[in-house]
């Protein structure tokens, strides 16, 4: 069965039925690990494996069961068959349900940590009754959890796909480009902007795709497809190595399955080599679990 978080902010009033507890540090989180199985520690309380959170957070519900997050100090031990791992790491280890829980868990558990202290008074912040949000106790500012959207966007002429190495990447590979939506542009613009920026060239017919959580720290990656209309490759050398057009049976290293680029760059291949035969794989082998 397909689960998902039902969202609460009404934690129970008291711990004692077994809860999924998301416990980050630095942002790695804490997971059980039975032979080759990863989980969530499922416990009542975290003071039951000598832990005790600096802060905490009530997530909802997953299939009846509670869900928390906290955060602990870096130097804590770490409990017996604990280790903390990375998200990117733990992507397609832990299973789909709990892994989209600790997505939104890591993004909430760094929100409440920038946001200690009020942006406009510097009194403390607690959190707001009734939504959610963190409220100064002095001024009432609220801050809600900060997104921020950036676009990513596959551009196609004649059959080819537009990649590039950029100069961010942590590994050696290529993908579609991305970037900032900055204030005051449509994700349009933002998508047209960013293309021409980065490369020179012009596009046409954007087209919604679909979108991702990446809370690294706090994104929400909204995919598109473009066609090319005019220009010719000219990369910004600031954010760009080098770019060129791809032939789907011949491509270089691309991101890992994590990431909606790779979505983006399969879904480019699947459709586009359906319509030649025979079907050719792609040449490049994918990296680790990447941007
Ligand atoms: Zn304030």
């Known amino acids: 069965m397909y689960e998902r978080l039902i969202p609460s902010s ?14 980050f540090t630095a942002h790695s989180l804490m997971v059980v690990e039975e032979g080759l199985s990863i989980s969530i520690p499922l416990i009542a309380d975290p003071a039951s494996l000598g832990i005790l959170p600096i802060r905490e957070r009530y997530l909802g519900t997953l299939a ?23 998200l990117r790491y733990l992507y397609g280890r832990l299973a789909e349900p709990l892994y989209a829980i600790a ?13 200690r202290y009020c942006g406009h008074c510097s009194k403390e912040m607690a959190p707001a009754r009734g939504m959610n949000a963190r409220e100064c106790s002095v001024c009432g ?8 959207p950036a676009v990513i966007v596959l551009v196609e002429r004649d059959g080819q796909v537009l990649l590039a190495r950029g100069q961010g990447f942590t590994a050696d590979f290529f993908s579609v ?77 691309v991101p890992g399955k994590i990431s909606i680029a790779r979505r983006l760059i399969d879904w480019f291949i699947e459709t586009r080599l359906q319509e030649k035969t025979p079907v050719e794989t792609y040449g490049g082998r994918s990296s680790d679990p990447g941007e």
């Open 64 to 86: 009846g069961r509670h869900c928390y997050c906290a955060e602990v100090a870096e130097n804590d031990p770490v409990p017996l068959k604990m280790g903390f791992y990375g």
């Open 177 to 253: 480009l991305a970037g900032f939506v900055e204030p005051g542009e449509t994700l349009e613009d933002t998508v047209h902007r960013e293309i021409e920026e980065e490369v020179g060239i012009k596009v046409r017919n954007v087209r919604y795709f679909g979108s991702q959580p990446w809370p690294f720290p706090d994104s929400l990656m909204i995919g598109f497809t473009a066609e090319y209309l005019s220009g010719e490759i000219r990369i910004d050398k600031t954010e760009i190595i080098e770019a060129g057009w791809f032939d789907p049976g011949k491509l270089p290293t």
């Open 141 to 148: 500012m609220l801050a809600f959890p900060r997104i921020s």
């Open 10 to 23: 009404d934690p129970p009033s008291a711990r004692i039925e077994p809860a999924w507890w998301y416990i």
């Open 103 to 115: 997505i939104k868990a890591v993004h909430l558990i760094e929100w409440e940590r920038a946001t």
